[in-house]
Structures are given as C-alpha cells and as structure tokens.
C-alpha cells in the first residue's frame, strides 16, 4: 500500500483528462486515469481503468480495483463529458437530453458517492469536478450541454458545504473554450430541423474558429493541481482567459451586457 497521494482523473484518454494526469503525475501524485476503454486507449505515463461513468457496476468495479491496488484515494477529478453539436434545444429528445445528463451530471454523483465513503474514513480528500463557464453563463445552441454543466454547480456547492467538517473539499472548475477533441467528438442533436440550417452553418464557422484559437488543455490542469494542492480550496476556478473576462462581466455588469455579449459572440443577430 502506498503512502503516496493518489489521484483518480475520469475520461484521461485525451484533453483536459489526460493533461491533468499529467500534471497531478508531475506534482507527486500516484495517479491513475480512466477511459471507456481502458488501456487499449494508449500509452501514458500513468495506468488506465477501465471505467463508463454512465455504468454503476463499472465506477464500483473501478473504484474497487483502484483500492485493491492502492488502499486510498486522496484526489478524484471528475473530468469524463461530451456535448451535443451545435444544435437547438427543440432538435433533441428527451432520451438525448437524460443521456447527456447521464455521463455529465450523473457520472460525477455516481463517482462521487463511489469516493466519498473512503475519504470520509480518511478524513481527507478532494473532488474536482471538470464544469464550464457555460454552467454559469448559459450559451444558445448548447442548451442542454449548459444545462448539465449548471447541474453540476449546484451539485458540487451543495457537497462542499455537506463534506467540509468530514476533512473534503469539493471544487468546480469552469473552463472556455479550450483546445481539445471536445467539438469533434460532439454528438448529433436526434433531429435536425431545416429551420436552424442556416445558423447552424453559421455556429460552425464561430466555433471551429474559437477552438483553433483557444488555449490548451494544460490551462485547465494548471487549476486542477491548484484546487487538489492549496490548503484552502475555492468552491469554483474559472480556468483560462476568455472564462475569466465571462466571469468578470457576469459578477460585475449589468445582466443587458452579458446578453449583448453571448449574441455578439455568436453573431446571433448578424445580417448574413
Ligand atoms: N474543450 C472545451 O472547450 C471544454 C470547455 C469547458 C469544459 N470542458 C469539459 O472538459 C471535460 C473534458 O473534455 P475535453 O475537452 O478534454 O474533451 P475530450 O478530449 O473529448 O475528452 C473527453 C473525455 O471524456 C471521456 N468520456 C466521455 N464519455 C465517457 C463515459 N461515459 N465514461 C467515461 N469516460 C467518458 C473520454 O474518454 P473515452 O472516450 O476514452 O472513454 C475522453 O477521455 C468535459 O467534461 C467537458 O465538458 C471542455
């Protein structure tokens, strides 16, 4: 058994998962990732479980052999997500929407509870859970993404409040947009509506553009190894630039502006 701090980062396959495996392996922590696939996913510095966040018997099954291996876990990063592509509200199911939900919000409470009886007996332990600035600022055409980001804010305030006095912090972290395999791995919305072709044309061009701009990965893993080293934790990090100015303008202008800003963004209301 180690005396290391042990560290369990979801979705470590690619992005921000694997850049903040990286980053926890590089500040000392023995860190295991996971991904649906398990180590057929590649080589890394660091071993891969096997692990579907939407599966009660997989996260029990993972959180099993990590103990069986290591004998405690002091740090688990819920970082596994998808998003829908670019697409309406009305041009998904519900079916699509509880599916989204499933790996977004339940994922981390299905992993979450899986942990918390461990460190509770440790009296010591951090979960990190991997939102977005779109948890706080709702963004058109990625509505029911927002939405399990925003459920995953009001989940993690809630159970850090619950877990302080037991020795566990619980923070958020709430990135922009961020250079990773994220849009390309989006999901198609179940029906696609020949009303929303031309803004979806449109959202295309926006996004593709902001991702080839954005930051990297290692932004958000910087925050990461922060929130599971500082003594004491913040309930919420914004992570890179542009979340940062969101954030600003949310907290500090008038609600008008922060509108005007999501619409200019997006170009919502741009003639062509
Ligand atoms: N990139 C951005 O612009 C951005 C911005 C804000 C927030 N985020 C959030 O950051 C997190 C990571 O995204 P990313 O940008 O790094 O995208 P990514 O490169 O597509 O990585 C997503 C990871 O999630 C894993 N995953 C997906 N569904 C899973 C499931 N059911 N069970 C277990 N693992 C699953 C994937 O692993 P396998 O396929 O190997 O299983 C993969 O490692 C997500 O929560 C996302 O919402 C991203």
Redo the contacts with the bound molecule.
């Keep these: 058994m180690t005396k290391k701090r042990v560290a369990l980062v ?10 903040s495996a990286r980053k926890l392996s590089a500040a000392g922590y023995r860190v295991y ?5 398990g180590s057929q ?1 590649g080589k890394r510095p660091f071993p ?1 479980l096997t ?5 009660d018997a ?1 996260v029990g099954a993972a959180i099993e052999e990590l103990l069986r291996l290591e004998g405690r876990i002091d740090v688990l990063v ?6 829908i592509a670019p697409a309406a509200a009305e041009e998904s199911s519900a079916e699509q929407a509880m599916s989204i939900f ?3 919000f339940l ?1 981390i409470v299905r992993l979450s509870r899986a942990v918390i009886p461990h460190m509770r007996r440790q009296g010591s332990g951090r979960i990190i859970n ?5 948890g706080i600022v709702p963004l058109p055409y990625m509505a029911l ?1 927002a939405a ?2 925003h459920a995953v804010e009001g989940y993690s305030g809630a159970l850090d409040h619950e877990l302080r006095t037991q020795g566990i912090r619980v923070s958020v ?13 989006n999901i198609e919305p179940d029906v696609r509506l020949e009303e929303y072709d031309l803004i979806r044309a449109k959202l295309a061009k926006v996004v593709s553009k902001a ?1 080839a701009e ?1 930051e990297s ?1 290692e932004v ?1 893993a910087d925050v990461v190894v922060k929130a599971a080293q500082t003594l004491h934790p913040k309930m919420r990090y914004t ?1 890179g630039r542009l ?1 940062d100015q969101l954030n600003f303008i949310l907290r500090f202008a008038p609600a008008s502006f922060l509108d005007k800003v999501v619409r200019k963004s997006l170009q919502l209301d741009a003639k062509e």
């Design positions: 979801t979705g470590a396959s690619s992005g921000i998962g694997e850049a990732g996971t991904s649906r696939r996913a891969l692990l579907d966040v939407t599966d997989s819920n970082n596994a997500g998808f998003g499933d790996t977004n994922g991997i939102g977005s600035i779109l993404y399990s980001k972290i709430e990135p922009a947009y961020i250079k990773t395999q994220f849009a390309a791995n991702m954005a990965p958000v992570a979340a």
